[in-house]
């Protein structure tokens, strides 16, 4: 099973009138030969003038948007890291609004000569952890647009954060309290900072060692609420969130207690591509766990399902072998099944499934499924005869 990576939904830089802005040609002027970010902008920044201020943080964010990496290095260049974070630390929704998500864009990128997970780290002892978390913790108090541009700044942090980092568990406790409340406090299920948050716990989630926090924070049964979803976006976040917790036992027997297979048997059955190729790597993630929650899987009616998404020639390649990991893993645990699940792996066309799944280009989908196979002929039976 390979895991996914969904990214936020970049927001347009806008210039002072909120009217997103189109001439690029401006652009060049905002880094110098050096690689520099432009003196007038560092001025400005640095001025105490708010419009001054403004018109700079406007500029940073519709460079970073634009050139990307190029501009990420200018501003490491140019020293400016400290008074991006100082500026969205003040109570000017103005301000944090463009520079938390340059804060993003910051963290998020990378390079042959700029690693992300330094940026991050960086980023984190200059203290700009902090300032998006306040925003995200007092959410009554913000405005969407300054609720999103926090959650899409923890997100970009989040997405590069490494277990390496120094106090990554007090930094993860923190966030995962502030996303957790935050998740549970906003209802409107269209809002980019909802989108934004669940996308950061994903990504906190994806890290082994934090998956404890997450649990600890008491927001499975609203991830599983989410992942009904009418809105794509935070159906998306969600079934990516519940991805990565399967990777642990108890995470798993937490889901499975939440009602999340109702919503994966949803989502493996809906139109939505995505939707699909998210269930099916979930339920892989099951399949490979315990017995217990391997045959929860089986009894909810997983199989079926799972071999239609093999059998369909026009379902995306990855999907195709997150199904067929998912069958395999329940065959797998063959020898530990009692009579009556071997007589369902077998009644349920099991065997043709894995068959199936041979034509798949994937060849660890390929191999894995080839292993069901033989598992199915070395403890012998009915099916045998249908090879």
């Known amino acids: ?196 948050s669940l996308l950061a716990l994903s990504y906190i989630s994806s890290n082994a060692p934090a998956i404890d926090t997450v649990l600890d924070g008491g927001i499975i049964p609203r991830i599983v609420q989410l992942c009904f979803s009418k809105q794509a976006s935070a159906r998306h976040g969600a079934l990516q969130c519940v991805g990565y917790i399967l990777y642990s036992d108890d995470g798993t027997t937490q889901l499975i207690k939440a009602g999340v297979l109702e919503a994966l048997k949803a989502c493996i059955s809906s139109e939505d591509a995505q939707n699909r190729r998210l269930a099916c790597w979930a339920a892989s993630g099951i399949a490979a766990g315990t017995l217990d929650q391997a045959k929860a899987l089986i009894t909810a009616g997983f199989i079926p399902m799972l071999i239609n998404v093999i059998s369909d020639s026009e379902e995306p390649a990855e999907t195709g072998s997150d199904a067929a990991w998912a069958l395999a893993g329940l065959v797998c645990k063959w020898k530990n099944y009692d009579q009556d699940v071997r007589e369902t792996l077998l009644e349920e066309n099991c065997l043709e499934g894995l068959l199936l799944a041979l034509r798949l280009k994937d060849q660890s989908a390929v191999a894995i499924s080839m292993k069901g196979i033989l598992r199915f002929v070395k403890h012998g039976g009915p099916g045998n005869q249908r090879l």
């Not at 030969?33 to 920044?45: F, H, N, Q, R, Y």
């Not at 969407?144 to 930094?171: C, F, K, M, R, W």
Request: hydrophobic share 40%.
């Open 1 to 196: 099973m390979s895991p996914i990576l969904l990214k936020i939904t970049k927001e347009p830089a806008q210039g002072r009138d909120g009217s997103v802005e189109e001439d690029e040609s401006a652009l060049d002027s905002y880094i110098t030969e050096d690689s520099l970010i432009a003196p007038d902008i560092i001025d400005g920044l640095r001025s105490n003038d708010q419009t001054a201020r403004l018109e700079a943080a406007t500029k940073l964010h519709r460079l970073v948007d634009k050139r990307g990496i190029t501009s990420v290095q200018a501003i490491i260049n140019s020293g400016l890291i400290p008074d991006i974070v100082a500026m969205i630390s003040l109570d000017d929704v103005k301000l944090q609004v463009p520079l938390s998500f340059v804060l993003g864009f910051l963290t998020a990128g990378s390079s042959e000569n700029i690693s992300a997970v330094l940026l991050s780290e960086r980023v984190i002892r200059e203290g700009g952890l902090k300032p998006p978390l306040d925003i995200l913790g007092n959410p009554s108090k913000q405005k969407e647009n300054n609720n999103y541009a926090a959650a899409s700044a923890i997100a970009g942090i989040t997405n590069q954060l490494s277990p390496d980092v120094a106090a990554y568990s007090l930094h993860i406790r923190e966030i995962v309290t502030i996303l957790a409340k935050y998740i549970e406090y906003q209802q409107d299920e269209t809002a980019g900072s909802l989108e934004a």
